[in-house]
């Protein structure tokens, strides 16, 4: 497989004393507009509303338009909705087509390029303009993260080569060649319907002042979503599970703290990875931000500016380092730390380089055996997993001695008997 990196960055562009700030597309069966803002700007509710116009404040004219353009005067402020036809009589000193292009480059890059994340163009969709049921997606995004957890758009790309977000393997299942079949099962169904009500009628969905927000329950009202804009819906599990779980530290009085003092070490803390995001950094690189959440929900942070940790999000992992400083963000206390090491990484690292005596040695530290790992384009996987491929007998005991479950096992060895070599088999 042949893999390209690309990063586009800009400014939202500005012409004449206007800047482009979102794209209002319509799509039939859908009622409010689908917003897509530069840069998370908040848009005005008069264009959120199902009653929004596609009329163009140049021309004064309204009919059936599939996107239309809000810019902002950059002076006052005032914010006009133009047809893309209009833009040359707005614009006349410019290039209507080079400013709407460059426009509409900026708003849909990202969700295009993930469309092209490798993808052979048998796995293209036969029908992207369908309109699809959110139960259906959702029922697919219930299955896929409860065998294999959620995997953003940008987390996919922390990894090389990238590996496919949760939105792309979700998204496959509408094509010929999906990247691995989901088959939800009947709590996923029932997953999804919950999810579903929740969306339409919980306070906290309305309330998210965001047009991602917005989007979510445009579509879940509506019932149905295009091939583009899966990734939006699919989220929505997650949300909902993060809801859950706000609800719940707070009716327990859960709240974050600081941990301990400037300076002391931590050694195979246990927490659970609840957030990463990249930071632009300096002529080293950029670095990965983790976010973690202890078991009395007290939050840390590290900044890696290695390799990135191959862990999945929302497992117990034990977690070394030193406690750096104590910070606020957004009003949450969080203790960030220096010079970490995560004890099931290195189990990790360990068996994939057969050294049983490392193994052996990280095995007396009690780390999570069924801790899964990420691998491109297939499941996480567990230690066990991870011995069983390397096809090392000796390295698995060890594991099942010290507790780790074959039954969880993704990876099985195949039959060795009448085989002149042992195979392996996806157990799925």
Request: charged share 30%; aromatic share 6%.
């Amino acid at each position: 497989m042949e893999v390209h990196l690309v990063t586009v960055t800009g400014e939202a562009p500005r012409i004449e004393g206007w800047g482009f700030i979102a794209i209002l597309e319509r799509i039939e069966g859908i009622g409010r507009p689908i917003i897509h803002a530069h840069d998370r700007k908040e848009i005005s509710e008069k264009f959120k509303s199902e009653d929004c116009p596609d009329e163009c404040e140049h021309c004064n004219t309204q009919r059936n338009r599939k996107k239309t353009f809000l810019i902002e005067n950059l002076e006052d402020g005032r914010i006009l909705q133009i047809g893309s036809s209009c833009l040359a009589d707005f614009f006349p000193n410019s290039s209507p087509a080079s400013i709407a292009a460059y426009s509409e480059l900026l708003y849909f890059v990202r969700d295009e390029l993930e469309d092209l994340e490798e993808m052979p163009s048998s796995m293209s969709g036969d029908d992207e303009c369908a309109l699809i049921r959110i139960s259906t997606v959702l029922a697919l995004a219930a299955a896929e993260i409860r065998e294999n957890g959620y995997m953003s758009v940008v987390q996919a790309e922390e990894y090389y080569p990238p590996l496919p977000s949760t939105s792309l393997i979700i998204k496959s299942q509408f094509s010929r060649n999906p990247l691995r079949k989901i088959i939800p099962i009947e709590q996923d169904i029932e997953r999804a319907e919950t999810v579903l009500e929740w969306l339409r009628t919980s306070d906290y969905v309305r309330s998210g002042n965001t047009t991602f927000m917005h989007n979510l329950l445009n579509f879940a009202e509506s019932g149905h979503v295009n091939h583009k804009n899966i990734g939006v819906v699919a989220a929505g599990i997650i949300i909902y599970d993060r809801y859950l779980e706000k609800v719940n530290r707070e009716k327990h009085g859960g709240k974050s703290e600081f941990i301990g003092k400037d300076g002391e070490k931590l050694s195979d803390y246990p927490v659970k990875i609840i957030g990463t995001r990249i930071v632009p950094g300096d002529e080293y690189g950029d670095k990965i931000l983790y976010q973690f959440e202890d078991q009395k929900h007290n939050q840390l942070t590290w900044f890696c500016s290695g390799n990135p940790l191959l862990v999945e999000k929302d497992v117990l992992i034990h977690l070394s380092g030193t406690i750096d400083r104590h910070t606020e963000y957004k009003g949450v206390k969080q203790t960030q730390l220096k010079r970490c090491s995560v004890l099931e990484a290195k189990l990790v690292d360990s068996i994939e380089k057969d050294n049983s005596k490392a193994v052996k040695r990280l095995l007396k530290r009690s780390p999570n055996l069924e801790s899964t790992h990420l691998v491109p384009y297939a499941p996480p996987i567990t230690p066990l997993d991870t011995a069983y491929v390397r096809k090392n007998q000796e390295i698995a005991d060890m594991l099942i001695a010290a507790g780790a479950n074959p039954e969880n096992c993704k990876m099985r060895p195949g039959p060795a008997d009448d085989e002149p070599e042992d195979s392996l088999e996806m157990a799925i």
